[in-house]
C-alpha cells in the first residue's frame, strides 16, 4: 500500500491496483515502484529525465562502479553519450551513472568502443533489463494518465530496442547501410518518406 500498489478494504482484505499488476507483470521490484512514485512527472519528460526515471530502477543498483573502470566510464561518457546525465549531479560514481552511460552506448550502438571485460558484463546485464523497465515504466505512465511522459517513454522504449535514438535516422537498423551514408542523411535532414518518394543525388544527399 506505502508504493501503491495494493488496496485495503474495511475487512483488510487487500487487492492489487494497476501500478501492482503491472509491476508483477514486468517483475518490477516494489523499490523501484517507491523512488518512480517519488519522481515521476507529466511536465519533466525530455531524454534525459527517461533516461534517469530508467536508470533509477533498483534493478540496476547492482553496477557498482570499480576503480579500475572510471577512466573507460568517463571516455564512453565523453565520447558516447550524446545526452546529459542527470545522476552526475547526486553521484558520478554512482550505479545509476553507470547505468545511464552503459545504456546511451547500447542504444547508440557504441558497444564495439567497450573493452573492458567487467564492463562488458554489466553491458550485457543491461540489454537483458533495460526493455523490460522501460515498457513497465511507460505502462504506468498510462495507467495514471500521464500522457507527456508516457509518449515519451514509448519512444525511449522504441530506442533500446531498436537500438536507434530519436533524432537519427530509421535507417542505422538496416547493418548493410554504412554508417557514413546514415550521418550524410541526418545531415541533410531527410524523412523516411523524402527518401522513398524520390531518387536522389549524391550531391543532394551531401
Not at 564512453?76 to 546511451?104: F, H, M, V, W
Not at 547493418?175 to 518518406?193: G, N, P
Amino acid at each position: 500500500a506505502k508504493h501503491k500498489m495494493a488496496r485495503f478494504d474495511a475487512g483488510e482484505n487487500f487487492y492489487p491496483t494497476d501500478v501492482g499488476r503491472i509491476a508483477s507483470y514486468f517483475y518490477i521490484d516494489c523499490a523501484t515502484i517507491g523512488t518512480w512514485n517519488e519522481h515521476l512527472s507529466n511536465n519533466n519528460c525530455s531524454v534525459e529525465d527517461i533516461l534517469d526515471l530508467i536508470c533509477l530502477a533498483t534493478e540496476f543498483e547492482q553496477l557498482q562502479m570499480r576503480e579500475d573502470e572510471e577512466r573507460d566510464l568517463l571516455k564512453l561518457r565523453k565520447e558516447c553519450c550524446p545526452y546529459d546525465i542527470k545522476s552526475l549531479s547526486r553521484g558520478p560514481d554512482s550505479p545509476q551513472t553507470k547505468a545511464n552511460i552503459l545504456l546511451q552506448c547500447y542504444i547508440g550502438r557504441q558497444l564495439w568502443q567497450i573493452r573492458h571485460n567487467t564492463l562488458m558484463n554489466d553491458t550485457l546485464y543491461m540489454q537483458q533489463n533495460a526493455g523490460r523497465i522501460a515498457r513497465a515504466l511507460f505502462e504506468i505512465a498510462l495507467k495514471i494518465g500521464y500522457s507527456n511522459l508516457a509518449c515519451e517513454t514509448l519512444n525511449m522504449c522504441n530506442a533500446i530496442e531498436r537500438q536507434v535514438w530519436h533524432h537519427q535516422t530509421p535507417l542505422r537498423q538496416f547493418s548493410a547501410i554504412r554508417t557514413e551514408l546514415c550521418m550524410k542523411v541526418e545531415r541533410s535532414k531527410l524523412k523516411i518518406h523524402q527518401l522513398a518518394d524520390k531518387e536522389f543525388s549524391v550531391s543532394e544527399i551531401g
